[in-house]
């Protein structure tokens, strides 16, 4: 479990607190506290001048629609750090800042390593994904909305999702009423001539909302509360097979619970949509830096009591850039009926606001004291990027579902997921007023200079102290909405690497040429994986031949390969005529130079172009005689490289040489005369002797060397 604090929150020491009150009778959560000679995160007080502290009875005001608490505190000074009256109101003035307001959102969250997405293959349709490459990823085919089970109670939602047109039968529901199969057969000439223009279609699911499935972020014992109804249970999911998608499980959240009721009522209330659509148009929010996981993290947090008070809590419809999937009963709005139901909903949520903050607001002792806020999980946010995050994503889902699935993806891109989660996080905001310190004659006085003579109640828990003060607090609730990124990831839509072909090797006796006779590995494993790649793989082949021996495999990168895709003609006795089908084999003549060795490797190439690996090399020769033409076939083995090293230990060995330029020698009969440079060392007509010391380094034992020097009239030649 993590500990999610603002991070001007978090403090090493007391002249980092932006609350110093705070700091000496509350706690403050550091990044470095010291424990049993260990550092620990956690909370720490830094008492260093207030000697005892109370808190006074709290009252609440309720003339407000959101409850606000108001208390004193009373507390005195350790008289050992105070030289007078003077010295304490000048600290009490810089360590309380009246009128400033301090916020104060932490609250604990597991974070669960969320499992990457992957892409599932389920079958290949080759003309669909042939289009994906030159539609826009929001004009594909979206599983959400052709899955979505009350699409034929709205219309305008069906009319994008399964690219109605005038042509369509009133009731045709695709994956309903007809099979899904032929909205992929039909999938261009529906986008031509769709009732929605491609660019209304492609803006109108910048942003879904999937809310139609209540209870996935809730547990089950808190969908029914005293004296309401129960969520009901979610729709049954129709079960769409697209031929590829993106999936991604979303678990459920470990938060504390206790915000649970409240978000049964928001969604029994059918007031999620208004708020995730107010998150989505609101321009209002603040980045706000929190200390998460022992990192500094920017946040979007987005006031809810704000929100709640608009326009907006009561009214809905969709914008443009908007598709919500909602439940059954949120469909319908348009009567009188359901119009004033929907104001009695309202006037229901704002009650339970009005409750849940009141019920639920932390006092000024428990912020102080670093208890943690009550939170509620509203549901994911999953920005979907093309390519790179710079700018806007193409897309944005809001959802609560257990598994995330994405089918509109372009053959052969890159998209960026960035799942986020929104948390309600009941914080506060706390600002001191009426501050009032003792002075040099006992007496109590207010800092605008006012003279206090009734004082609160709880004043005489202090009055005999030396040094002594008080404050009031007012603690308003600050419910909040936070956007906390979760996981960061790339995937790509492309083929599976094709195995590397089966070459079977044949000649004609009266030719000199090689053939080539391609089969796929696929025919011999029938496995599930296996008949999905072998979907996508249609016996098409590269051939690659050097006139010299290779001595790496990359020397075939620089050949420029023969394309080997044979076809078969079928003639059907039905209304599909004459087609032309693909071969997993293939055949091909190389026309070659007798006598002459030429060298061979081959790659398998799947629809999309993906290629295998290169086949082992075969070194080929058509050998001539008197009558006819024989073939020779081995396999290559590349030549080894000889790259060695060669390297010997020697002993450790010294060598002094003297330097020649100071000392020169000759040498003269029965004496040797050293020559000096500048006549530094001796003087002239003078003799020295100098003794050298050698100590042997391995037994220890001493060498003494004299040495006498004459200084000769000579000077160097």
Do not use: C
């Amino acid at each position: 479990m993590s500990t999610i604090v603002e991070s001007t929150n978090v403090i090493s020491s007391l002249e980092e607190a932006p609350d110093k009150l705070r700091a000496e009778i509350g706690r403050y959560y550091s990044p470095n506290r010291t424990q049993g000679g260990f550092s620990v995160t956690g909370f720490k007080n830094y008492r260093v001048s207030i000697e005892r502290e109370s808190f006074l009875s709290y009252s609440t005001n309720s003339d407000t629609l959101f409850p606000s608490q108001k208390t004193s505190v009373v507390f005195t000074g350790m008289e050992s750090k105070f030289r007078d009256q003077s010295q304490w109101r000048d600290y009490i003035r810089a360590s309380i800042p009246v009128g400033t307001t301090f916020q104060d959102h932490q609250f604990d969250l597991t974070l669960n390593n969320l499992n990457a997405g992957e892409i599932i293959k389920n079958f290949h349709h080759p003309d669909y994904e042939d289009a994906t490459k030159t539609t826009s990823s929001n004009l594909l085919l979206n599983w959400n909305l052709i899955s979505y089970p009350f699409k034929s109670q709205k219309k305008d939602l069906q009319n994008v999702g399964d690219l109605l047109t005038q042509f369509d039968d009133p009731q045709y529901e695709a994956g309903v009423t007809e099979d899904i199969d032929k909205l992929f057969d039909q999938y261009q000439a529906r986008l031509a001539n769709a009732i929605v223009p491609s660019e209304e279609a492609e803006q109108k699911q910048r942003n879904i909302f999937d809310l139609q499935r209540p209870e996935v972020i809730l547990p089950n014992s808190s969908l029914q509360t005293s004296g309401r109804q129960a969520v009901q249970n979610p729709p049954l999911i129709r079960t769409i097979k697209f031929p590829y998608l993106f999936q991604k499980d979303l678990p459920f959240i470990n938060f504390s619970l206790e915000g649970s009721s409240f978000l049964a009522k928001i969604i029994e209330s059918n007031k999620e949509k208004n708020i995730l659509q107010s998150i989505k148009r609101d321009l209002s929010y603040q980045t706000i830096g929190f200390r998460v996981g022992g990192q500094n993290l920017g946040i979007k947090i987005y006031d809810l009591l704000a929100l709640s008070s608009t326009t907006s809590i009561i009214n809905f419809s969709e914008f443009p850039d908007e598709t919500f999937l909602l439940r059954e009963e949120e469909l319908s709005n348009s009567s009188d009926s359901d119009r004033f139901l929907n104001q009695i909903k309202t006037m229901d949520y704002l009650a339970e606001l009005r409750n849940f903050t009141r019920d639920n607001m932390r006092s000024y002792e428990e912020i102080i004291q670093g208890t943690g806020s009550k939170t509620f999980v509203l549901g994911y946010k999953i920005e979907k990027y093309l390519d790179n995050t710079a700018g806007s994503p193409i897309q944005t889902y809001y959802t609560k579902d257990k598994v995330f699935r994405d089918t509109q993806l372009k053959y052969g891109r890159k998209y960026i997921y960035v799942t986020k989660v929104l948390v309600g996080v009941l914080g506060s905001t706390y600002t001191y007023s009426n501050l009032v310190a003792s002075k040099e004659d006992g007496e109590m006085q207010s800092f605008s200079g006012e003279i206090i003579e009734n004082n609160p109640a709880g004043f005489s828990q202090i009055q005999d102290a030396k040094f002594k003060a008080y404050v009031e607090v007012e603690v308003k609730p600050s419910l909040q909405i936070a956007e906390i990124e979760l996981q960061r990831e790339e995937t790509k839509f492309i083929d599976d690497m094709p195995d590397m072909p089966q070459i079977d090797f044949a000649n004609r006796p009266h030719r000199p040429s090689v053939e080539f006779f391609f089969s796929s590995l696929y025919e011999d494993r029938p496995g599930v994986n296996d008949k999905i790649r072998q979907e996508y793989f249609r016996g098409r082949y590269e051939i690659y031949r050097l006139n010299q021996a290779p001595k790496i495999i990359e020397q075939f990168d620089e050949v420029f390969p023969i394309t080997v895709d044979d076809m078969a003609t079928y003639a059907f006795s039905d209304i599909r005529g004459v087609e032309n089908k693909d071969k997993i084999s293939a055949h091909y003549e190389d026309m070659v130079v007798p006598n002459r060795k030429y060298y061979y490797s081959f790659k398998s190439v799947s629809y999309h172009g993906e290629k295998s690996e290169y086949s082992p090399v075969f070194e080929v020769e058509v050998l001539k005689d008197s009558d006819e033409y024989k073939l020779v076939v081995s396999e290559y083995r590349f030549p080894e490289t000889k790259d060695f090293e060669f390297s010997k230990s020697l002993k450790r060995i010294m060598k002094i040489d003297p330097n020649i330029e100071r000392v020169l020698f000759s040498k003269q009969e029965s004496k040797t005369n050293w020559e000096l440079d500048n006549g530094t060392l001796l003087q002239k007509g003078q003799n020295k002797t100098f003794k050298i010391r050698v100590t042997s380094k391995h037994t220890g034992k001493k060498l003494d060397i004299n040495l006498r020097f004459f200084l000769d009239d000579r000077t160097n030649t």
